[in-house]
């Protein structure tokens, strides 16, 4: 039996109330020419089960797995290694099937385990304190955003040229709807970055300074200069981190003044999974915690003395009245979060160094390699683990022919920036651990071919 809970009466007291005509006007925001107006074409009506299932897996066969071919794919996404007891451990049905825990008698390891994940992310942030996590990267960044304007009580942000352009839309998107101003960029191919643009932008209407570490070309800035700055208007710093592992060798943003620190957690713990899901991190300093969005588990103790875990803040719009949260942001990405916790319990402190070390070893071998190749260069040499090449032609049709060799060769600027013909020779190499000298080679190889 089917479940219809409405009734057209219903229907339109509900659009009479909002002041719609119909249904249609709910859909203003999406354009015309991503609206349906009919079944999606060359997709047959109906076909069998076996026929569907025969058919689905024809097409997953032509995906290319990244463990299968020299993989130098990053800007945001990165292959690591996870151990096999992090799968083990996210399975057991205890976090599996736990959704967010209201009651904490029954959802004390879930509770213990995200005021674990809290401590790790403020102490890799370098921060006071951090949220049990958000969607991902790219939202965390948005909320830092509108957190400052918060706190500021101003609504234009300064973002980057080098903040990953695919969190620049998100920022955009979302600013239709605040108003915020923001001032941005693309990023020019050099190697000394944007930050005396940044320092000359700020002002006594800034909210924020918005800075990727390392950058979306892997270049390292110091944020000092840019704290400062931005405390002397009386605005915020926010430090956006989508390679979480180049903190085990590079120095926190929070130790740099940043006053909130947001990135991705997928590096640690979560598989590339065709994009997602993946975990938002998010911390801040003290004193700004009861604007931070999302919400945070404590550690208490029960009636008979006990130490016990519960959630201590939750300023989301399913805790309190919709005007005064801090966030409509209504998951954590629990089970990611918890893959992050049992990856870095795993690595502890030394281990994370060691695989960051690593991983900065791995790609210094490749851009010494690839340095020597005619008709490129090296942008950057202050990189962890991901830099740039420049090459004197277009890298979109040299990435082809290379991924057509079975060589993921790394991301064309092009491709994330297609209106900025400037970019186009640009390409975006990420050398992690699971990189072999092989790999190297055969990514070093395939380009003196091509480029010769």
């Excluded at 993989?71 to 049905?93: E, K, N």
């Excluded at 090296?378 to 979109?396: A, G, K, Q």
């Amino acid at each position: 039996m089917r479940y219809l809970p409405l009734t057209n009466d219903d229907r339109q007291s509900m659009l009479a109330t909002i002041g719609a005509e119909s249904v249609d006007e709910l859909f203003v925001d999406v354009p015309k020419e991503a609206q349906l107006t009919g079944p999606i074409h060359d997709l047959p009506m109906h076909a069998g089960e076996m026929a569907v299932e025969a058919h689905m897996k024809a097409l997953a066969k032509k995906n290319q797995a990244a463990g299968d071919v020299p993989f130098f794919l990053g800007a945001g996404a990165y292959r690591h290694h996870v151990p096999a007891s992090v799968d083990h451990i996210i399975q057991r049905g205890e976090f599996l099937t736990a959704y967010t825990p209201y009651q904490p008698e029954i959802a004390q390891g879930t509770l213990q385990t995200l005021f674990e994940f809290q401590t790790q992310v403020a102490r890799l942030f370098g921060v006071d304190v951090a949220n049990a996590s958000m969607y991902d990267g790219s939202t965390a960044c948005w909320e830092a955003i509108v957190m400052a304007r918060r706190i500021t009580k101003r609504g234009k942000a300064v973002l980057s040229s080098g903040l990953h352009p695919h969190y620049v839309s998100v920022a955009k998107t979302m600013a239709r709807f605040t108003k915020d101003q923001l001032i941005y960029s693309a990023p020019v191919l050099d190697a000394a970055g944007d930050s005396a643009d940044l320092l000359d932008q700020i002002d006594d209407d800034t909210s924020c300074v918005v800075v990727q570490y390392p950058d979306i070309l892997g270049r390292i800035a110091d944020l000092s200069q840019i704290a400062e700055k931005a405390h002397q208007h009386k605005a915020l710093l926010v430090a956006v981190v989508t390679e979480p592992v180049a903190l085990g060798a590079i120095k926190s943003p929070g130790e740099m003044g940043a006053d909130i620190v947001v990135g991705e957690g997928q590096s640690l713990g979560v598989g590339l999974q065709f994009g997602g899901p993946y975990v938002g991190l998010f911390g801040c300093k003290q004193k700004y915690v009861r604007q931070m969005p999302g919400r945070l588990c404590g550690e208490t103790v029960d009636a008979e003395g006990k130490r016990g875990f519960v959630l201590t803040l939750s300023t989301r719009e399913q805790h309190i009245r919709r005007e005064k949260a801090t966030s409509n942001i209504c998951t954590n990405s629990g089970l990611c979060a918890l893959a992050f916790t049992a990856h870095m319990t795993l690595l502890g402190e030394k281990g994370l160094r060691e695989l960051a070390l690593l991983n900065h070893k791995k790609a210094i071998v490749a851009a010494d390699r690839l340095s020597k190749i005619p008709g490129l260069k090296i942008l950057n040499d202050n990189f962890f683990n991901e830099f740039t090449l420049v090459l004197d032609d277009d890298s979109r049709p040299i990435v082809r022919k290379l991924a057509d060799q079975g060589i993921l060769a790394g991301v064309s600027l092009g491709r994330i920036y297609p209106e900025e013909s400037s970019l186009a020779h640009g390409l975006v190499v990420a050398v992690t651990e699971t990189v072999s000298d092989a790999d190297i080679e055969a990514l070093a190889s395939a380009l003196e071919g091509e480029l010769a």
